[in-house]
């Protein structure tokens, strides 16, 4: 059975950085494009960042752009996701699933339990 496996959450002040990492168990993710999610308290679930299978392509809502970077080892089958500069909305549960590729991020498989970032003002 495939289990997403998210983790690098925490608590950091406005402007400082973290890195998640989503390790999928269970199955070679090298060959599917992958991607970030997020859910803020209240909201619903939305698109942060998405990677190609080859990690040459890449796409990210805008309101990460600039900030966050999604980037994959596929010799760990990882995929990563380095946010920098901070915001109080960027605190989420941040969750990474396969998509069909870059352009079209509708998360395909099923969600792991997530990450918690929290961004203090």
């Known amino acids: 059975q495939v289990r997403l496996v998210e983790s690098g959450g925490g608590l950091v002040q406005a402007g400082g950085s973290l890195r998640l990492s989503c390790a999928p168990s269970?199955?070679?993710?090298?060959?599917?494009?992958m991607g970030w999610f997020r859910r803020a308290p209240g909201k619903e679930r939305e698109f942060v960042a998405a990677i190609s299978s080859s990690g040459g392509s890449t796409a990210y809502t805008d309101s990460v752009k600039g900030r966050f970077t999604i980037s994959r080892d596929n010799a760990k089958n990882t995929i990563y996701l380095q946010m920098n500069s901070l915001k109080p909305e960027d605190t989420a549960v941040y969750y990474c699933?396969?998509?069909?590729?870059?352009?079209?991020?509708?998360?395909?498989?099923?969600w792991g339990q997530g990450t918690q970032v929290t961004v203090s003002s």
């Open positions: 269970g199955r070679t993710f090298s060959r599917y494009a």
């Open positions: 699933n396969a998509v069909p590729s870059t352009v079209v991020v509708t998360p395909v498989g099923s």
